[in-house]
């Protein structure tokens, strides 16, 4: 399929680039800014990956072509001035190359309340843990022993939820539940399943 009109409408820079912000369409988290140019956009639309124009390189970047972290296209806008485009996509794994759910997580001012996001959190502390370990990190213990830990753990887990539940202490359940949920958390790094993909499928469930 043809994009020219839609092209016709981009402002592209002396460069013939254009900057394009990715955004997980799960979640609504700004995920990353690169650059596109008309090549890149119509791969991106034909094929519903996105694909972008690397500056350093000096060619087309397929986003995960290394790494595996695609980034599946779900909606392609542009701003009112035809010169910023914005994705909305399904990410596969994280977006930056630290290892980051996002790339942009250097936060200078920060206003948000902590619960509504405290699973995304962990998640991207657990991700963070995988690349840069930390001495002593439970975290990083489970992820070095790897997947057979990880599931005995969860097995565990699962039948510590098991046992509070048939007390009545509502405080040890909500422990040991939250002990689940995070040892459920690693297996997901381990896995490379995101929240995104979770919320999705527990989306089409509620529906």
Known sequence: MEYNE???????????LVPAIAQDVNTKKVLMLAY????????????????????SRQKLWLKGETSGNYQ????????????TILLEVEQEGPACHTGKYSCFHNYVIE????NDEILENIYETIIDRKINPK????????????????????AEESGEVIIASKNEDK????YE???LVY???VLMVEKNVNIGEIKKELKKRHK
């Open 183 to 185: 040892h459920t958390l």
């Open 36 to 55: 596109m140019n008309k090549e890149s956009i119509q791969k991106t639309l034909n094929e519903k990956k996105v694909c972008y124009y690397s500056r």
């Open 6 to 16: 839609l092209i016709k409408n981009i402002k592209f820079d002396e460069k013939g």
């Open 111 to 114: 206003d948000k309340k902590e």
């Open 177 to 179: 539940i939250s002990d």
């Open 171 to 174: 405080n040890e359940l909500i």
């Open 72 to 83: 599946m296209l779900k909606g392609f806008s542009y701003d009112c001035d035809g010169d």
């Open 135 to 154: 001495e002593k990190s439970y975290t990083n213990y489970l992820l070095k022993e790897g997947l057979d830990k990880i599931l005995k753990k969860i």
